[in-house]
């Protein structure tokens, strides 16, 4: 492919950093790029304590288990996203349930979730779905009324890195949820090629995060294990990227947010007078833009005109409910996922991605919509 679908924008410090970290021969998961790190990232999302861990999906898993949830269970998780919030439910034995999601945000429809609350329902996961948060203030909301108990949020912010909440309070992803979890893998706005974090304000929930993460094990009491943990830490010289990563993080999320703008300038005339349409942003939150997603009712032919001159163009996720992994998670109908699954696409994003490729995939674009589609 000619134009490849993301791309990882590394600073100077990153090099050095990396550098660093194998000339002192610290490489393994303690470090004081691991410590910098974390508190960079707890400072930049607003947190008391910010944990880094292998990656996103581990992430979550350990904040399940923090949170104590496990068989039995069940786990609120949008019907649209990436795969990993529903398989980190069912790896820890507890049961995802699908909730469908709004036409306004593409984030979980509030109303339709307390339709699936239970006395199993554990825990929500709110995705920050495509760079846009969830609607927490409603999330709230819904989630007290049946019951009048507290069910925790879990945010998982993997796409979103800076995007901001404003209903009435006005937060940034990242310090929403009783927890919060990031992936900075190389396609996601901040990186470390592999990667994640969680994020809260809870003492007590942090300390038993760190104690999971680390084989159920405190360092002052080492091989003293209080719990079954694992080996969910980040390395020293992957922290050392993420501390580059962190410092530059305002400068990446605006750079996606430029190649968003660019899009939608020379895009203005095909979403007024074709069928093709951006991803909504809703009133009340301000996108952090991680992959540019359109989309239209006939995409195929698309996607095809566009990867025939090297774009690297691609369908979003199929909807959960039509994966027959999930088939048991399945609460009734899903219709806005399914027809965002089967319409939305992504145009190649990065941070500071040339104008001329951006000019071209418009160009391309204009002549696949405008054009009789022959498929
Ligand atoms: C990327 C992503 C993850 C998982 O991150 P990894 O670091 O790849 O494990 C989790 N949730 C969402 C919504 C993601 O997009």
């Not at 492919?1 to 990153?14: D, E, G, Q, R, Y």
């Not at 930049?44 to 399940?64: D, K, P």
């Not at 999330?139 to 507290?150: C, N, R, W």
Request: net charge negative; with cysteine; hydrophobic share 45%.
């Amino acid at each position: 492919m000619k134009i490849p679908l993301s791309n990882v924008h590394l600073t100077p410090a990153a090099y050095q950093n990396v550098y660093d970290a194998l000339a002192r021969n610290w490489i393994s998961g303690t470090g004081d790029y691991v410590t910098q790190f974390e508190r960079a990232l707890a400072v930049q999302v607003s947190r008391q304590h910010a944990i880094a861990v292998s990656n996103g999906t581990v992430a979550l898993e350990v904040a399940l288990k923090a949170l104590g949830i496990g068989p039995g269970d069940e786990v609120i998780v949008p019907a649209l996203t990436f795969v990993a919030p529903a398989a980190a439910v069912r790896s820890v034995g507890a049961k995802p349930i699908l909730v469908d999601v709004t036409e306004e945000s593409w984030t979980l429809d509030c109303e339709k979730l307390q339709q699936h609350l239970t006395l199993a329902t554990a825990a929500v996961i709110a995705v920050d779905l495509l760079g846009h948060p969830a609607d927490y203030e409603w999330l709230k909301i819904a989630m007290l009324l049946p019951y009048d108990v507290e069910i925790p949020i879990i945010e998982d912010a993997a796409e979103a890195h800076g995007a901001i909440y404003f209903r009435d309070i006005r937060r940034i992803v990242g310090s929403i949820g009783r927890v919060s979890t990031f992936s900075f893998h190389a396609n996601k706005t901040i990186t470390t090629g592999e990667g994640g974090a969680i994020t809260t304000d809870l003492p007590g929930l942090a300390a038993r995060i760190r104690l999971i993460a680390n084989h159920g094990m405190t360092h002052e009491r080492p091989y003293y294990h209080e719990v079954v943990g694992t080996n969910a830490r980040m390395t020293n010289l992957t922290a050392a990227i993420g501390t580059a990563q962190v410092a530059a993080w305002d400068d990446l999320v605006m750079m996606r947010n430029q190649v968003a703008r660019k899009y939608d300038e020379r895009l203005v005339d095909l979403f007024d007078n074709t069928e093709l349409y951006r991803r909504p942003v809703a009133s009340w939150a301000t996108e952090a833009c991680w992959l540019y997603t359109v989309a239209h009712p006939n995409r195929e032919p698309i996607i095809n005109a566009l990867r025939a001159k090297g774009i690297d163009s691609r369908a979003i996720w199929p909807a959960l409910c039509d994966l027959q992994l999930y088939r048991e998670s399945c609460r009734g109908d899903y219709p806005v996922a399914r027809k965002i699954s089967r319409e939305a696409f992504w145009l190649p994003t990065w941070a500071g991605m040339p104008d001329s490729d951006i000019d071209f995939i418009c160009e391309v674009l204009y002549e696949a919509i405008q054009q009789p589609i022959h498929e």
